[in-house]
């Protein structure tokens, strides 16, 4: 699976967010998305999965547009787990996860979607919540479903939002690995978004830094993860260590704050 | 403790059945219902007796005469009627909640009401029917039936080329009420006082109009369009994740929502154009469904339909028991609809809408 973004610029009515973005990644890989807030990497995941449509440029997965791949194909090929700390609806787990087997059922695939699901949840160590209320659920737990669903989908390409950011340290090191192992095993593309450059950093194959709506460095961790780009990405200054052939980052402190220093620091959020 | 795949499915399972089941003690307390309700009403007669009658009357040995033109003629349709409105007001209410993610929505919130007691109050009161070739005494629900439309036609235009959000949907079907409602009121201030009556029976909702000749298009109406909804029950439980994650399951949310919108609207403007707007039930028969099934919509929209007929045969046999004519369901089915939702809202020990 190529995924290639060409030139994808973004604006919300007149707030531009994203410029002239342009990448290629492929193969059986885990990327992780690296940035501040409000940089776009949430509005670039919706441009690339057609929740958004890019003001220009475009998004082609193995040379073939998105824009013209229709929303029941595109979801054989995409998978999506939002960012999602508030979702709740009222299903159990089960009928939770088995909506992400929406696009592949048929009539009579109910017993092979069960047990596509019952081994997904049985990856993810959740089997034992099976017939739980979803809203019941921990933030954690919460969580470990919506990666669930994303995963019966059975997608080439899965599109995550901050999928550890409920998590504590021992399941986002977790959950962090097995995207990397399911990654190979599965022979999918994984994308996502994270906050904790660390582990991104021990985990990615390539991490793309975004900076004010552009892609500001691609490429492994060790090119990618230095305290020059951090001290202008994230606007801290840093020492960068090595663990395991990974860097990383040791924080140190926060750049001053100031608007008349950095004259993008008011660009809002999106 | 891991359970295996066949623990879970068999739980799983086990659980769709229960579903199942609760779904089938609302089907056979709805029938028996609709048997008691034929030994009440003005006509003195045992409910043993009216069962009986009915029975006959199937079987083609009508024994009593007499009593079979009270129980066939007029409490056999009334009752199935309650059955319709019921099954057919719930089903609609499970849908607007679905849509606009809002356990408030129901059968009613898009205006639907209102629109439809203003087209019956201009054709109680003024004489007009906005229908042309309609017969003098179909008038009123010619009226109420194209007027019910108009507020989620307008919605559903609108979208058409506007970006509307299920709540700005919600919104315009709140302003077209008030603009409905305010013009009722002018005709109702002017109105003589026979017809005002009338109109107010409308307002409330009553089965006191319904007889054989209009059981017919009741039942076609209600029966096709809770069929169709019923095929989109896996699709409402894909709305379930959110418009954003609706795409990437490869639906589109806003033509989900809106060709079951309007569905739902059909649905219920078949029915309150000869009722009138019975209210409460689109709330009562999807929540408590809700406890008992859960939310997932293959299991849910038949438990709606067949508790929402169940509540409506009993408060409409209470209706015609109460008062010294009987009074109209619609005020019944509120009076022990309010105090039974508020009992269910406390009892329940978890939140199963969320």
Redesign the interface.
Known sequence: MELKINNVSFSYSSVPVLHDVSFDISGNELVSILGPNGVGKSTLI?CI???LAPTSGTVLIDGRDVSEI???????Q???V?YSAN??????V???VM??R??H?KWGSL?ED??IV??T??MLGI??L??R?F??LSAGQHQKVMLA?GLV?EPEILLLDEPTSNLDVRHQLDVTKMLKRLSREKGILIVMISHDINIAAKYSDKIILMHEGSVYAIGDPNQVITAENLRTVYGVTAEITKDDDAPHVILKDALPMDEELDGTAAKSPA | MIPDAAQVKGEYASGNRRRVLWATCFVVLAAVLFLVTLGFGVYKISVIDAIGVFFDHLSGDISDPRSDEYVWNTRVPRAIGALIAGAGLSIAGVIMQNDFKNPLAEPYTMGISSGAFLGATLGIILNISVVPFVPVSSQVVANAYVFSLIPVALIAAVSKFRKLTPMSMILTGIAVMFLFSSITQILMVTAPSESLADAYSWRVGSLDRIRWDVVPPMLVSTVFFSAVLYMFAKRLNVMYVGDRSVRTLGENPMFIRIVTMVLASLLTAGIVSYTGTIGFIGLVGPHVARIFVGSNNRYLIPASAAFGAAFILLADTIAKVSGINGLPVGVISSMIGGPLFMWILIRQRRNVWA
């Open positions: 919706h999965n057609k929740i229709k929303l029941k194909e595109l979801a054989k995409i998978g999506y939002p979702d709740s609806f009222p299903l159990s089960i009928d939770t909506i992400g929406h696009p059922s017993d069960l047990d019952y081994e949840l049985r089997s034992h099976a017939m209320a809203n019941e669903r989908q």
